[in-house]
């Protein structure tokens, strides 16, 4: 069955370092969207991304955060000068449809900025 | 904007007893809902989903779920529980008119006792 994978599992960082988080979502799927859980907190949107543009984005989602579809497989997070409160698990999603919202959900991410 | 709340963090039960994960959401109009389980190292696996039309939905793993109107609510319920349903269960909800943003309910963490 396919799947969506993210890479690496857990990253460590230091504080004002850029880090690059990866997703490769299920193939045939054309909208993507990260989403990150603050240790004990909600899982919580950041970001839609369709046709090589953000669709909509949050309020967490500042000028510190990008993303990519560098190629036609990877889906890519970046920030680019981490802070400790940016410690959290990000999950990377997939789906067909923006309509039919069946998100499918990688493993995640575990970021550690220290 | 829209909020979901489950109650309840911690829920134990034994196996071979029924189930039911409550969940109320705080939307305008009706939403998409739906309700994730995530196990240890995993990501987070759709169960189940309601978009329109019949209220009681069925999903895999033998889970159902059904949305009442009057009370905004979306329970998730199962007759007898399986040791393997152990992990943590999150309602979430769409808006029809968003790019697929999901807001996500804190989460209930289910064990089972044999």
């Known amino acids: 069955e396919p799947e969506v994978t993210q890479t690496p599992s857990h990253q460590v960082t230091q504080m004002g370092q850029e880090v690059i988080l990866r997703c490769v979502p299920i193939s045939n799927h054309l909208y993507f969207y990260w989403y990150r859980q603050i240790l004990g907190q909600k899982v919580e949107f950041l970001v839609s991304?369709?046709?090589?543009?953000?669709?909509?984005k949050s309020e967490i989602f500042d000028d510190q955060f990008s993303v990519e579809r560098p190629d036609g497989s990877n889906f890519t997070l970046k920030i680019r000068s981490t802070k400790l409160e940016d410690s959290a698990m990000y999950f990377c999603?997939?789906?067909?449809?923006?309509?039919?919202?069946?998100?499918?959900f990688g493993p995640g991410t575990r970021l550690t900025v220290t | 904007a829209q909020s979901v709340t489950q109650p309840d963090i911690h829920i134990t039960v034994s196996e071979g007893a029924s189930l039911e994960l409550r969940c109320n959401y705080s939307?305008?109009?009706?939403?998409?809902l739906f309700w994730y389980v995530q196990s240890p190292g995993q990501g987070l696996q759709l169960l189940l989903k309601?978009?329109?039309?019949?209220?009681l939905v069925q999903g895999i793993k033998g889970f159902e779920a059904e949305f009442k109107r009057s009370q905004s609510s979306f329970n998730l319920r199962k007759p007898s529980v399986h040791w393997s349903d152990a992990a943590e269960y999150f309602c979430a909800v769409g808006v029809r008119t968003s790019y697929g943003k999901l807001t996500f309910g804190q989460g209930t963490i289910l064990t089972v006792h044999p």
């Open positions: 999603a997939s789906s067909t449809d923006r309509g039919a919202y069946e998100q499918y």
């Open positions: 939307y305008g109009a009706t939403p998409y």
């Open positions: 309601y978009f329109s039309g019949d209220t």
């Open positions: 991304f369709y046709n090589n543009e953000i669709s909509e």
